[in-house]
């Protein structure tokens, strides 16, 4: 699995910016009198980029489970013509939220992965370069936190996360360290984890690629956030609300988020699923959607060297039929 801690929108001077921005508008199409879901808007880096043609009679719902995108949405709807919404929560739940009302979208889209808004706060946990408290929840009012699951899981769902969600080489060995280190002392902070991390694996892998405690703080703040069950969720969510003709568009940053994607749009296609010897189809396959781009959209070099934590992002892009 191609991991970066999954960040979005961060340059390498640290200035905010949308990844694979042009390649979304280009594959979304968005026209004057659409209406546009932004599942994830973040900071608004994508908003502005998708929104720049549309007018008067169009709609744009922003979506993030932090109340801190508020107030980047606030900003940015004051200079629009068109009408904006904002809607905190998981995106998957506001979703459903709005398919029970008989919304329809035109275009829906979600950039995955945690936010430089996020991350540029050490105080909420989602970085192992800050001391902090071990949080790491996407929306405050989460109950569970980083710290609750690492002094109160059981050593083999521990193991499982790091192994699962990480693809972590070392899962077995860091969750027994912690399991003991916690007997005597909770876990609190980033760094407190961090150390026993890197204490728990061989000494040549800690200077190896990356940081060591990369993988184990990714897979941490996915099983916090529910990150993969949010995704598959929110795929359904966002297809029931698609009109006919309308797109919907992901952004992914690692392989667990990508294969969910690429596996949703695959089933959705009417490929007959029948056994080969059969001499009819039996199974009825009906193509619900058309894979917009057959291969995941990747950053350009250009953008890489402006936003090297880019590097690993994937777009794919389906569009509902009618």
Do not use: W
Request: hydrophobic content about 35%; overall charge negative.
């Amino acid at each position: 699995m191609q991991l970066n801690n999954s960040i979005r929108g961060i340059t390498a001077n640290g200035a905010h910016v949308p990844v694979l921005a042009s390649e979304l508008v280009d594959l979304l199409e968005p026209q004057p009198d659409d209406t546009i879901i932004d599942c994830t808007f973040g900071a608004g880096g994508h908003a502005r980029k998708i929104s720049g043609g549309l007018g008067k009679s169009a709609l744009f719902i922003g979506i993030d489970r932090d109340p801190v995108a508020r107030r980047y949405f606030d900003l940015y709807s004051q200079y629009q013509p068109f009408r904006c919404r904002f809607q905190q929560g998981n995106f998957a739940d506001a979703l459903e939220q709005l398919d029970e009302k008989d919304f329809e979208a035109d275009l829906i889209y979600m950039d995955l992965g945690v936010s430089s808004m996020q991350l540029d706060r050490p105080e909420r946990g989602f970085s192992y370069s800050y001391n902090a408290p071990l949080d790491m929840r996407m929306d405050p009012d989460n109950r569970s936190t980083a710290r609750d699951l690492v002094n109160e899981l059981p050593y083999k769902e521990l193991a499982y996360i790091f192994k699962t969600y990480g693809e972590e080489r070392y899962a077995r060995q860091i969750a027994k360290r912690i399991c003991n280190e916690r007997e005597t002392k909770p876990f609190e902070s980033t760094l407190q984890l961090v150390d026993v991390i890197k204490a728990a694996i061989p000494t040549p892998a800690r200077f190896g690629a990356g940081h060591p405690a990369r993988r184990v703080f990714q897979a941490l703040r996915i099983a916090v956030n529910d990150e993969l069950g949010s995704l598959e969720r929110g795929l359904q969510n966002a297809l029931n609300l698609l009109a006919p003709g309308g797109r919907l568009a992901v952004i992914s940053f690692h392989s667990l988020e990508d294969r969910i994607v690429k596996q949703f749009f695959a089933a959705r296609v009417g490929k007959c699923t029948c056994p080969p010897d059969l001499p009819t189809c039996v199974c009825e396959a009906q193509a619900e959607v058309r894979i917009v781009n057959r291969r995941p959209i990747s950053p350009s070099d250009e953008e890489i060297d402006e936003n090297p934590r880019s590097q690993s992002a994937k777009l794919r892009v389906a569009e509902k039929l009618g």
